[in-house]
């Protein structure tokens, strides 16, 4: 499952969230006792489940028969709701999976900084958690991109004690700092015209990826409360990861914001940004937020800076951004904008087939415009240089019970489908993320003109 994840002001301010609300115009059908019922032996069949694709040899054989019976248990509970309309119920759903997996007490002291390895890779991280983390409550997490100059990165530790050391969000959050490949730039554009220019954009995904996969897998990370933090040098960066994978981020924080003008940005419609302003770069933050605000409007946050870059002293001011940011995986609009031809997903939507970017004419570049319309049960896609694409859904963007309409560059059709538990379940399971609940796939072509 590892991915290509109180206490007072700030006991409320980052809290670990309760299930996302639903935005589905109906109560929930099963009653408390039986979402907790479910809820509990889902965690329980999910637990076996993993430890027994894990498993190999006799502890496989062990592993299996504990899944099996974990499975059964699950299975009986589930046929009853089920039976009642549950997989319709996004209300239900929600609290059924939060929190759904089990996580192992911390391997690291709490309440202090420590380097780690990442196991059968070349990549090293720091990492704090809190002083009162418990493994079985999702937890805010803040993955920080260390400053540096031409290539040259402060170590994690080094960093940390500049940006959020003796600060409140260090009671109510996991705080990880991956450390960044020395002798490569990160805010460089990628030419993959140039040999090895690939693999570079590897090292730089991978070096904060492989950290932030092994912390989703082994710490209770609240899903939908993650944030990326950026700092000098790799601020664009940080803006071209978060297009590649808009849908993990609660927000994103840029300490020293510079020029993205050859980043596309339809992709961040749904992600906040924070940009701390000084007087050396106040001309910068205005072309952005101008920028954002003709884009991706209302998401563009800023506030001056205090001291010296980056911003120790402004931590109160961008704890109390953070306060009320959550990711929400059900945007009823979505731009997906690829920066990469790889890394093409977004949310609820996918472009399978389409244009390279390398050989697309900038006014040709793939790019898709996907909404949902609950109340006329419709979901409108603009596709742009893209032949194939596939959209996710549930009932918290159209009515599955019902016939819906797909619009495709104009073209409408007419479809129903029905709702796959095994196939949500599977979807959540390998994007190890239990907001990630969508029973029906819908994959189509682009008519041509």
């Known amino acids: 499952m590892l991915i290509a994840a109180t206490f007072s002001l700030l006991a409320t301010t980052l809290a670990p969230q309760n299930p996302a609300a639903s935005t589905q115009d109906a109560k929930p059908i099963l009653a408390k006792r039986d979402q907790k019922t479910l809820a509990d032996k889902l965690r329980k069949y999910l637990t076996a489940e993993i430890k027994y694709d894990s498993s190999s040899g006799k502890a496989r054989e062990k592993a299996s028969k504990a899944r099996r019976k974990t499975k059964d248990s699950f299975d009986k509970d589930w046929a009853k709701a089920d039976a009642k309309g549950v997989l319709g119920s996004m209300a239900d ?22 380097m780690r390895d990442v196991a059968e890779t070349p990549f090293k991280y720091g990492l704090q958690i ?26 994690p530790k080094d960093y940390f004690a500049k940006v959020w050391a003796g600060t409140s969000l260090l009671q109510t959050a996991i705080v990880l700092i991956p450390m ?9 554009i ?83 940004v924070l940009a701390i302003e000084t007087s050396a770069n106040a001309a910068r933050v205005a072309a952005l937020k101008t920028r954002w605000d003709e884009t991706c409007p209302g998401m563009f946050t ?60 900038p006014d040709k570049k793939p790019r898709l415009q ?20 596939e959209v996710l859904l549930n009932d918290d963007l159209i009515d599955l019970n019902k016939e819906f309409t797909i619009v495709i560059n104009g073209k409408a059709i007419k479809e129903t489908r029905r709702r796959s538990f095994r196939d949500m379940k599977r979807r959540m399971m390998e994007r190890n993320d239990w907001s990630y609940l969508f029973p029906v796939s819908y994959i189509a072509t682009v008519p041509k003109e």
């Open 93 to 114: 759903l929600k609290v059924v999976f939060h929190n759904c997996f089990t996580n192992k007490r911390p391997d690291v002291g709490k309440g202090n900084f420590y």
């Open 130 to 155: 809190p002083k009162k983390y418990s493994e079985k409550n999702p937890w805010t997490t803040v993955v920080v991109l260390p400053s540096g100059k031409a290539g040259t990165w402060t170590k």
């Open 180 to 188: 960044l490949p020395q002798g490569l730039e990160m805010d460089a």
């Open 190 to 272: 990628p030419d993959y015209s140039r040999d090895g220019a690939e693999k570079d954009e590897q090292r730089r995904i991978g070096s904060v990826f492989s950290s932030f996969g092994f912390i989703m897998n082994n710490y209770n990370v609240d899903r939908s409360r993650v944030f990326l933090d950026c700092a000098t040098e790799n601020n664009g960066y940080g803006v071209r990861l978060a297009s590649l994978f808009p849908d993990r981020w609660a927000g994103i924080i840029l300490r020293d914001p510079t020029e993205v003008d050859d980043i596309r940005i339809g992709s961040l419609l749904s992600v906040p």
């Open 302 to 361: 800023v506030i001056k800076g205090k001291g010296a870059t980056p911003h120790l002293a402004s931590a109160p001011e961008i704890e109390a951004w953070m306060k009320d940011k959550t990711r929400t995986m059900t945007p009823t609009k979505i731009t997906l904008e690829p920066n990469h031809d790889r890394f093409n997903k977004a949310y609820w939507v996918s472009i399978r087939v389409a244009d390279s970017l390398q050989t697309a004419s």
């Open 370 to 389: 996907v909404v949902a319309d609950r109340a006329a049960n419709r979901i409108t896609v603009d596709a742009q240089g893209v032949e194939r694409f």
